[in-house]
DNA sequence: GGTTGATATGCAATTTTATGCATATTAAAC
DNA sequence: GTTTAATATGCATAAAATTGCATATCAACC
C-alpha cells in the first residue's frame, strides 16, 4: 500500500499527529500524494500495529489530547525496501479531458468555463509552489543530496502546473475563435 | 461513476464490444481515462441495465462470438448532463515523486535509474502521441468543434509527456552532478 | 499434436478510496 | 450565550480499482 510509505515519508523528518499528517497531505507531500484524514487515521493504526511506526499520547490544554507517531527502526527498513522496490507509473485520470471529447454536442460556453476554473485552480497552486521555492530551494546546487530529492519533486509540481495553465490558455484561444 | 461516462463517451463515435472498448482504453481515450477490461465488462453490464446502452449479439466465424454495445438516446442524454455537471480535478498520485523524498537515505543510483525508466516510457508515449497527431490533426484552425476537443485533449497529452520528459532530464542532470 | 498469441467475456475476492456521520475541546467573534 | 472555526480522532458504509482466477475459439507456428 503506498498511502502507508507515503505516510512514513512525511515521517521521516519529524513526528507527527494524525491530524498534522493531513494537514501536510493538503499540501507539501500531498501535492503528489493524497489522502484524507480518515485514510490518514486508519493507515496509522494499522501501521501501529505493525510496529512501523511508534505512537505516544500527549496531553494538551486548550486543545484535544493528541496521538504523536513516529517511524521505529523495522519503519525505515520497511520504506527503503519500498523505496528500492517496483515503481508502478499510475495511469493519469482527468474528467475535463475526457469532457473535452464531448464538446460540440453540448454548450461551448459551458465547457470553456471549466477550463477557466481548472486554471484558476493551476494558478493558486502554481503561487503555492513557487513560495515554498523561494523560501527554501533558492540555491538547489548547494543543498545536501536529501533536499535535491524534494527540490526535484518541487520542480515536477511547477513545471506540471505551468503546463496545464499554458494548455488551458491555448484551449481558451482555441475554442473562443 | 466516470468510467460509464468515459465509455460512454468512447461509444460517441462507433459502436463497440468490451473488448475494442478495452483496447480504445489502452490507447486514446485511455491517455486521460484508464480501465482494466474487468472493469469495462462490468461497467457495460451495468449500463444495459440501466438502458443507456443497448447491445447486439454479432457471431463471428474464426472468432468467438462478441456483444456490440450502442448508445441509446437516453445514455446521450445522461451523457450530456454528466458533461454539464460538476468536474473534479482529481489529485496526483506518483509514486516515483513520494520517493524522490527519500534520496539520500537509500541508493542514488536505483533511484536514478527509475528515472531513466520513467523518462523511457514518456518518450515511447509521446511518439504515439506525435504519430496520432501528424495522422490526424495537422491543421486544428479548421477541424470541426467536436475534433477541437479531441485534438486539445491530444495536446494535453503532448505537453504533459514532454514536460516530465524535460523534468527526468533536469533531475538525471542535477543528481549525477 | 502441442504451444503460443490474438480474440472474446466474465466472476470473485481483496484492497483502496470516497462519503457520510459522529464526537469532543477550546478560543474568538458577535 | 451562541455560533463559528480550529484542533483532534475515528467508525461505518459505499463505490471503485486491483488482482487472481476461469473459460472458450481459432490461427499460426514448431
Not at 524534494?150 to 481558451?172: F, H, N, P
Request: proline letters at 2%; one cysteine or more.
Amino acid at each position: 500500500m503506498s498511502l502507508s510509505h507515503a505516510i512514513m515519508t512525511a515521517l521521516l523528518d519529524e513526528d507527527l499527529s494524525g491530524y498534522e499528517l493531513a494537514k501536510r497531505f493538503d499540501v507539501s507531500l500531498g501535492f503528489f500524494w493524497s489522502a484524507s484524514h480518515q485514510q490518514i487515521y486508519k493507515a496509522l493504526k494499522q501501521l501501529h500495529e505493525s510496529a512501523l511506526v511508534s505512537a505516544k499520547d500527549i496531553d494538551q490544554q486548550g486543545k484535544p489530547n493528541k496521538r504523536i507517531y513516529a517511524l521505529t527502526d523495522s519503519g525505515r527498513k520497511d520504506l527503503d525496501t519500498w523505496v528500492l522496490g517496483e515503481t508502478r507509473t499510475k495511469p493519469a485520470k482527468d474528467e475535463l479531458l475526457v469532457k473535452m471529447y464531448n464538446i460540440g454536442r453540448s454548450d461551448l460556453d459551458q465547457i470553456v468555463a471549466k477550463i477557466e476554473v481548472r486554471r484558476g485552480e493551476h494558478v493558486l497552486k502554481l503561487a503555492l509552489f513557487r513560495k515554498i521555492e523561494s523560501r527554501q530551494y533558492l540555491d538547489p546546487e548547494n543543498l545536501p543530496l536529501r533536499k535535491k530529492g524534494v527540490y526535484l519533486a518541487l520542480q515536477a509540481g511547477i513545471l506540471q502546473t505551468e503546463t496545464s495553465i499554458r494548455w488551458c490558455d491555448d484551449s481558451l484561444s482555441l475554442l473562443k475563435r
